[in-house]
């Protein structure tokens, strides 16, 4: 469908989605795109390629969305869900990078929705400024320079 309402697709994202056969996977994720963005709704991707959170915040903003940043327990489970296919923990788009001990999403406004593992965030060795999310949906902050899941969000 084209509605003329949609948002403006974004192409790279349908550069992502690709498939081998008679489908043109590249339409059908152009059409998948904006019906969701025109409903307000967020779409989450993953290759299954890890990196740090500096290239994978990379990855992200270059496709034109950013890191897997939920904002309720529907989104969050959306980001479990690769989490739980690739067998990887991803990095959240969540950080203190800017003020120790004051999580925010990547625009710098605070947390409207959380879901600390317990005790987290505990900022261990003085050294997580970076979210990491564990297999059960539940939010760890951690060190950025390790490799973790790219999950970006459109
Ligand atoms: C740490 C622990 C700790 C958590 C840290 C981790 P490690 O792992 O799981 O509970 O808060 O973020 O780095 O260093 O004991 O393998
Ligand atoms: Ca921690």
Redesign the pocket.
């Known amino acids: 469908s084209h509605d003329a309402t949609a948002q403006p697709c974004n192409p790279d994202l349908a550069e992502m989605v690709y498939g081998v056969g008679k489908m043109d996977y590249r339409q059908t994720a152009l059409t998948f795109y904006k019906e969701a963005t025109a409903a307000g709704d967020k779409i989450f991707v993953s290759k299954g390629e890890q990196a740090t959170y500096n290239d994978a915040k990379l990855a992200c903003t270059n496709a034109g969305g950013q890191l897997a940043s939920p904002q309720n327990a529907e989104e969050n489970k959306a980001v479990l869900d690769f989490c739980k296919m690739y067998k990887v923990f991803p990095y959240l788009g969540i950080n203190d990078l800017l003020i120790e001990g004051s999580f925010r999403y990547p625009n710098g406004e605070m947390l409207s929705y959380s879901n600390w593992s317990d005790?987290?965030?505990?900022n261990?060795q003085g050294v997580?400024d970076c979210v990491e999310m564990y297999d059960n949906g539940k939010w760890?902050?951690?060190?950025c320079n390790e490799k973790r899941l790219i999950i970006c969000e459109f």
Do not use: I, Q, Y
């Open positions: 005790k987290e965030p505990n261990d997580e760890n902050d951690k060190n």
